[in-house]
């Protein structure tokens, strides 16, 4: 209520601060966890924070939680649980070194050109024109410069051990060109997916970009990291299987999110035979009460047809 009255009172509240410190935990974690597992792991299991926030919502700030959503929720736990079993094992890289040298691939550097020349002709080409109208404009520029941020992390993931293990990280460029250039891609980033959320509908721009910049981070960890490389086929279907699990889920808890389940919208079959249940029902109640029928109003009715004979025939003669 605060933040729609346009001031700030609400810094006044424990419970923002409180919010808010959760909130940065969990970025450090996150971030630790590139450091210590394949980027194609870690990211596609970010589904798991909308799955946890909608359930808490539902929980604690009584919004409803339709069955599309549950099912979505299943299907998002279902999918991680498979990616986490067949995930691919990255390239060994343990120092700032061996990243200097992942980082100088010709194959990744043909990957960042494409990422930079893309986004720049999706921000001063496309954007004029249909940045308005198409939603993929924006969210297409947030996730590509995404994947260039993760790599990023994942440098700075390094260079912090080795940090805390004695070494003299502070002295090395590297290090600090990966951090300038992770301010600038965080930057980019939020700047996009703001406007794509001020023109579009947030339950469109979510599931999209969650897509878009999922598949861009694993294109950018297989390149960069190899981390597909060794892999073999039965664990390349299963992980490919497990994402696009988690991508259904994540479809069907933003997308319906507003849509009330009715039994109007089942299918006409479903329909047919619920209705027909019930035309059973209300024919065997019937046949019911019909059998349950006292007889003495029977017996009043013949008399009284009787006595209306009688009179007929007082009155013809």
Request: charged letters at 15%; proline letters at 4%; a negative charge.
């Amino acid at each position: 209520p605060y933040l729609g009255q346009g001031g700030h009172a609400y810094l006044q509240e424990w419970l923002w601060w409180a919010g808010l410190l959760c909130m940065g935990v969990g970025e450090a974690a996150n971030f630790a966890a590139y450091a210590f597992a394949p980027a194609t792991l870690v990211t596609p299991l970010g589904a798991l924070s909308v799955l946890v926030s909608a359930v808490l919502s539902s929980a604690f700030l009584n919004e409803q939680l339709n069955v599309h959503g549950k099912i979505g929720c299943i299907l998002s736990v279902l999918g991680s649980t498979v990616m986490v079993i067949h995930a691919p094992q990255e390239e060994e890289v343990s120092s700032l070194e061996s990243m200097a040298e992942k980082l100088k691939d010709p194959g990744f550097i043909v990957f960042a050109l494409c990422v930079l020349v893309s986004s720049l002709l999706l921000i001063f080409v496309a954007g004029p024109r249909y940045g308005q109208s198409n939603v993929l404009v924006y969210v297409l520029v947030c996730s590509a410069i995404g994947s260039l941020s993760v790599s990023c992390v994942k440098g700075l993931g390094i260079a912090l051990k080795e940090l805390f293990s004695g070494k003299p990280v502070l002295k090395e460029p590297l290090g600090w060109v990966l951090l300038v250039c992770l301010v600038i891609c965080i930057s980019v980033q939020i700047n996009y997916l703001n406007k794509a959320l001020d023109i579009f509908n947030t339950s469109v721009v979510t599931p999209i970009y969650y897509v878009l910049f999922t598949t861009a981070v694993m294109m950018c960890s297989a390149i960069l990291f190899k981390e597909w490389q060794h892999m073999v086929l039965d664990n390349i279907i299963s992980t490919i299987s497990g994402f696009l699990t988690i991508v259904s889920g994540i479809f069907l808890l933003h997308a319906f999110r507003d849509m009330p389940f009715t039994p109007d919208l089942l299918p006409l079959f479903l329909q047919q035979g619920r209705a027909d249940l019930h035309a059973s029902w209300r024919s065997a109640d019937r046949h019911q009460s019909y059998q349950h029928q006292p007889l003495l109003p029977s017996e009043d009715k013949g008399s009284q047809s009787a006595e209306e004979e009688e009179e007929e025939e007082g009155e013809s003669m």
